[in-house]
């Protein structure tokens, strides 16, 4: 029988090496999620990823291009142009709150992070953070906690260098040691390896190597020449409760789909994998990515080990797979954050068997407020 839970005892797992995996839902209310209104032949809801491969089995090959322009103009894109200055400039005047509490959640989860971590021996202060996400909040977070608080924390994005930051996996690795002016004694700071398993949209290729640069203004993708079939498809993909059938009448082809192959030459350039079972089309992104999941193999192959998922949906069969099979490791514990407690039973059928899967769920909505707040918080434990 599963166990369903609804917090997790960090005294209990305070020793154990920690590690996370976070997706889309961490960030929604700032971005989208792959969410829609469309609903499938069974009444299930339908998500990019699944008119994605709908589209691909019947060879709508119009209907995946614009399918990939609304993810793109939807879900990419405020990612890639995303000022979180101005974002808190518009809260200051009572617009735009909503955005701001999501930075302000990921900073709390953080500071929680810090305060295990400072806790944990001298050989223990790295905390492995996965995330499927494109998006810089934890850079965001990490940056105004060390603005306002000044707080003794390494975030570790797998970079070096100093004018070009080169991503390696081996970086991952390394951690910071502050010793005293006669080298008598030597401390580990605290650190969080920040690993995005689906790219970033920070991310350039540059020959073999990966830099990251967080700054996007020169690559955004121009959709004006094709924006009036984008919005015959945006009013059926948002219409409430709409159909799969709704996209049959359409016919995008011929001319427009030649067309749209621009689109396409500049897409495929992101470093980022898409909401479909095809993934990285560069080489160099493709061999990151198989290191970060070999690397994240790795973690959770190791004693005492314990992974927290929060706003992850399961979707990636490559994550999901990988998971089932370190699930054998009966050392490691893993805590799924369920939004709905209705998800449990799909969650159950992909780890059935797995009597180290904990579910957690309220009554209620699991957001990432709840979370920090009831779920994984320290509150009258320091």
């Known amino acids: 029988m599963a166990e369903i839970i609804d917090h997790i005892d960090i005294d209990k797992i305070r020793e154990q090496e920690l590690c996370f995996l976070f997706g889309a839902g961490a960030s929604s209310g700032l971005f989208p999620t ?26 709508r090959f119009d209907l995946k291009t614009l399918l990939f322009m609304y993810y793109y103009e939807n879900c990419i894109a405020p990612v890639m142009s995303f000022d979180w200055l101005a974002t808190y400039e518009k809260a200051s005047l009572d617009d735009g709150y909503d955005q701001v509490k999501v930075i302000k959640n990921y900073e709390v989860f953080l500071t929680t992070l810090l305060n295990i971590l400072e806790t944990k021996n001298e050989h223990d202060k ?7 996400n494109y998006d810089s909040c934890f850079i965001e977070a990490f940056e105004e906690l060390q603005k306002y608080q000044g707080i003794n924390l390494t975030l570790n994005d797998g970079t070096d260098g100093f004018k070009v930051k080169t991503l390696e996996a081996r970086n991952f690795d390394s951690v910071r040691v502050r010793k005293s002016i006669f080298d008598k004694s030597k401390t580990t700071i605290p650190q969080i390896n920040i690993i995005h398993l689906h790219g970033s949209a920070y991310w350039r290729k540059n020959n073999d190597k990966i830099e990251i640069q967080y700054d996007n203004q020169d690559r955004m993708i121009e959709l004006s020449s094709f924006q009036a079939e984008l919005d015959v498809f945006t009013e059926i993909i948002e219409k409430k409760n709409a159909k799969r059938d709704d ?7 011929g001319d427009w789909l030649v067309k749209s192959s621009g689109f396409w030459d500049e897409y495929n350039k992101l470093p980022i994998v898409n909401p479909t079972k095809w993934k990285f089309h560069e080489t160099v992104f493709e061999e990151h990515y198989y290191q970060m999941l070999r690397y994240m193999s790795y973690i959770l192959d190791k004693k005492n080990i ?8 399961f979707a990636d069969e490559h994550i999901r797979n990988l998971l089932k099979r370190a699930l054998n490791n009966k050392h490691l514990t893993m805590y799924i954050c ?3 407690e209705s998800h449990i039973e799909k969650l159950k059928v992909y780890f059935r068997g797995c009597n180290n899967v904990k579910y957690i769920a309220i009554n209620g909505e699991l957001d990432f407020n709840v979370f920090n707040e009831t779920i994984f918080t320290l509150n009258g434990l320091i």
């Open 306 to 313: 314990t992974l927290i998922t929060f706003g992850f949906s």
């Open 126 to 132: 790295t905390i492995n953070l996965f995330t499927t």
């Open 338 to 340: 369920c939004f709905r």
């Open 34 to 59: 792959l969410a829609t209104e469309v609903k499938d032949e069974k009444g299930n809801w339908e998500t990019i990823e699944t008119l994605a491969q709908y589209f691909e089995s019947i060879e």
């Open 247 to 253: 996209f049959i009448g359409t016919d995008f082809g």
